[in-house]
């Protein structure tokens, strides 16, 4: 017995077993349902954003050391809370009450953990007063002093960074006004506190700071993934119900029996709590990228289900009665489907090979997911049909609606087959046209952006209409973050966006060392060359230096002395430097960009505004290797660069590996199977092409390659070869029953066409709810989804009826070779 025989032989048993023991199937099934079950309890909820995407990079580790070792006043650690006033003037004398009101109430709070400080209101009230230490003393130091009082310490103020770095940038001294600014709380933390506790006390500063008069908010780490979490919980919320709806009318149409019907809604739901089981036994964490699992699986079920169905009603129009009519059409699709599977695997299954952790989770949630859904409804929905019918015979229950959703005679099946029948008078034409078309396309596609922002999961600062009209329980919760971080880009200086960092580890008490922090900024790459003369903008601890020796005279006549050269940098004694300028004013300044051991550094470049996220980050890599101590380029740019280098190299790896594996696997399958290795090959060929027009796609429409939709382009392919497989298989059938190339295409297209149309609309619409999810990386990915199953249909379709025609040709110049030879 051949390879292929004993394969289809062992699906006859299988199919055997599941035909006749029926009942033993479903319980076993059943049981298997509430192991699952008991796993969903366990599913943990990943709200950090982008923190999981940034995990183990160089430069995030680097980045990390620097919010660890150096202070900063105004950037927002873990541990703080930035409290951020926007209005008309937020320095007059009322404005700054309402921010001291706000400390107020906060600090009388236990449980919200105060420690400090620091804002234009308490600078104000310490200048004025320096005694008051509390903002119960602050708020009265400044209820006693006068407007024109408050608004001269505000002048006064103008050159002192610990004030000028918290209000923005539109900071006017002469008016004493300002837009905007930030008042920073740092919390005292006991060991173990989580950042759900952090969500909590975040949350309540917000909450406080709302009910007061003015526009103040509340703004942190917190904050950002209580607000994340909240998406996860909204978007599952608007789209599962659109899903499950549009899927239902689908199925109804499908199916048009009501007992088929709940028998796929069952067998869909004991797919989603399958995988929700195993992401808690797993420990594999739910985030943004985890909602499209259950749509997919969804729709793939979707798929599953009508082939069986569909099938099913073929063999019993055909004579065939309920157990053998279900043999029949299991040992036909057998097979297929596990084709189908094991290529879906590859496709999803492909992005576990990314270096990112939440493109590498989604990978596996998918994969197994999918081998879910091929055990569910491949043994269990033909078990549980064939019970029901017999059922259904016993008890005499009518039949609302049996026959299949298309046949060659009818309107639909004529549209299908039209590719086919046009295709036949120059087959070669076809395939070249597809071929060139699609190399087009791809080579457009090729100039796809990809991204990495923050703001690509959180949700836009204005809903949609139909978002934010949706009533209870779907309205979405109040968001507040993206409004904010546009606030903080738009208005102060400190705007991640527009600055680098270099962590530089080295002895910093050595004579060169302050002149190799110094020395490379007079001819900085392009990105950083902002400077006169193309030379950086940088701050750092020279120009610390430099700023205290102009306004302290006694600490200039020091750094004048160490000063060899005379350019402005000491050169020696500068561990005398340090101490002095540490206990001086600018002490707390010195701290942001050098550790109190001397042992590491911090410098902050301008970069051009208008350079690129890719141009900033290599001129920045390439500027840190200019310098003499051991130098790490970082800060949000670099770190995101970094991810968005990953988040491309996952898309193309992903795409070799699932094109790769799927090729070999379906070349090898219909060599051991049939004998024809190279309808391998024609299976494949539909789904070049309709990703190449997906890239196209994306490009045309402005999107771009980024967290989640990096995952499309192996996905379309797990998603995709479904049709051309199951379009292949039923072919096979055909062409192997006598029928030519020609009537075979014809037969299927007409035939297994009706549901590879349904499972496609129900597919595309049920992807493509994602759409509505309120973060756009979800919407992005929903809509890329649901246009991959549409090109993934339409050019099976079309492309594959040539195909097998020139492969038909071939065949059958093979198979006459032996009689040509001379004997």
Known sequence: MS????????????????????????????????????????????????????????????????????????????????????????????????????????????????????????VVAQTIDPSATTPTEQRRVIEATSETRVRRVVRDLSEDPQFTNTVSTDFNPTSASASASITVVSHDVPPGFSSDDLQDVQTTIRSIASDQPGEITAFGTGITNAETANVIGDSMTIVMPVVVLLLL???????????????????????????????????????????????????????????????????????FEATEAMREANNQLMIAFVIVTVTTVFGFGANVISDLTPIRNLGIASAIGIIFTFLIFGLFLPAAKLEVDRLRTRYDVPEFNSTPISSEDSTLGRVLTFPAQISKYAPMVFVVVLLVTGGMAAVYGSGVDTTFETEDFLPPEEQPDYVAGLPEPFAPSEYTATETLTLLEDRFSTNQDQSVKLYVEGNFEEGHALKALDNPNDDAPGALAVGEGGAAEPTSIVTVIQSQAESDSEFGELVARNDVDGDGVPDRNLDQ????????????????????????????????????????????????????????????????????????????????VAMGLTGIFLVVSYAVLEGKPLLGIVNVFPILIAVAFLLATMRALGMSLNALTATILSISIGLGIAYSVHATHRFIDEFNAGADAHESMIITLSGTGGALLGSMLTTSLGTGALALAITPVLGDFGLLMALSVVYSFVFTVVALPPAVLLWERYHSTLTRLPTLMPS
């Open 3 to 122: 390879l292929g025989e004993q394969v289809e032989s062992g699906a006859r048993r299988l199919n055997d077993a599941i035909v006749d023991r029926p009942t033993r199937v479903i319980i076993a099934f059943l049981v298997l349902t509430v192991v699952f079950a008991g796993g969903m309890g366990l599913v943990s909820t990943d709200t950090e954003a982008t923190d999981s995407f940034t995990e183990g990079l160089d430069e995030q580790e680097a980045l990390d050391a620097v919010n660890d070792e150096f202070e900063d006043p105004f950037e927002p650690g873990s541990e703080s809370t930035q409290l951020i006033h926007s209005e008309g003037n937020v320095l007059t004398k009322e404005a700054l009450l309402r921010d001291l009101r706000v400390l107020e109430e906060v600090e009388s709070r236990d449980d919200l953990r105060v420690a400090s400080a620091s804002g234009p209101a308490t």
């Open 249 to 319: 009318l689908f199925l109804i149409v499908a199916y048009r029996d009501p007992i088929d019907l709940s028998l796929g809604l069952v067998s869909l739901l004991m797919t989603v709590i399958w995988t929700f089981g195993f992401l808690g036994f797993s420990g594999i964490p739910f985030n943004q990228q985890m909602i499209s699992v259950p749509v997919l699986l969804l729709a793939v079920g979707v798929d599953f289900g009508i082939h069986i169905i569909n099938r099913y009603r073929e063999e019993t129009v055909a004579g």
């Open 577 to 656: 430097i340090y101490d002095e300028l540490f206990a001086s004013s600018a002490g707390d300044r010195a701290e942001e960009y050098l550790t109190p051991d001397r042992r590491s550094a911090q410098v902050d470049y301008a970069i051009d505004a208008d350079a690129t996220q890719a141009e900033a980050a290599g001129d920045t890599r390439e500027f840190a290797e200019r310098f003499r101590f051991e130098t790490t380029a970082t800060g949000q740019v670099v770190v995101f660069d970094a991810v968005t280098d990953i988040i491309f190299n996952s898309a193309i790896q992903g795409l070799i």
